[in-house]
């Protein structure tokens, strides 16, 4: 009976800690977001925002798995600003309509778990603009890995330690 309450609850606390990645992922992701549009919405147009590149730039500073993709909407393969720290196979899966942000989970090519937001914004002109943001979830995959070695290899641990309290 022990034994079964111990896997229990270390199946929950591994399905909480993947649920709380997810909506910290999702949380981190949409304020980003909310500020490359912003600073997207204030350009003049679309030579503008490769001009202030640098803004954007700034914004993207101190996320190693931060990537940026900005397109023209009929653009999407001929990027006006890609900004990220490796390549990656990005295949925009996402072509919101709207100005409401889109999520979409997917894995590139090495198999990286990946979260993308993307959103179109007016430019001052009226132009429209898709603005990608993709966050690389492998650190949150290692993580959840590394919890569930270490509940294995626990196991028989905590097995030997109920076996001896009980007998």
């Known amino acids: 009976m022990s034994l079964a309450l ?3 609850f270390s199946a929950f606390g591994y399905f909480m800690l993947s649920q709380g990645l997810d909506r910290i992922a999702k949380a981190a992701l ?5 500020s490359f549009s912003h600073s997207l919405a204030a350009s003049s147009d679309a030579q503008d925002v490769t001009a202030r590149s640098h803004a954007l730039i700034e914004l993207a500073m101190g996320h190693s798995n931060l990537y ?5 909407p009929d653009h999407l393969y001929s990027p006006l600003l890609t900004i990220g720290p490796q390549p990656m196979q990005f295949q925009p899966g996402i072509a919101p309509s709207t100005p409401e942000l889109a999520l979409q989970e997917w894995q590139d090519g ?5 979260l993308t937001g993307a959103q179109t914004v007016q430019l001052k002109d009226g132009t429209s603009l898709t603005a990608y943001l993709t966050v690389d979830r492998t650190s949150d995959q290692e993580l959840l890995n590394a919890l569930l070695k270490w509940g294995l290899a626990a196991f028989p641990l905590i097995l030997m330690v109920i076996l001896v309290v009980v007998y």
């Open 30 to 34: 949409e304020s980003k977001m909310s």
């Open 110 to 114: 090495p198999n990286r778990l990946m």
């Open 68 to 72: 940026v993709y900005i397109v023209r």
């Open 6 to 8: 111990v896997a229990v």
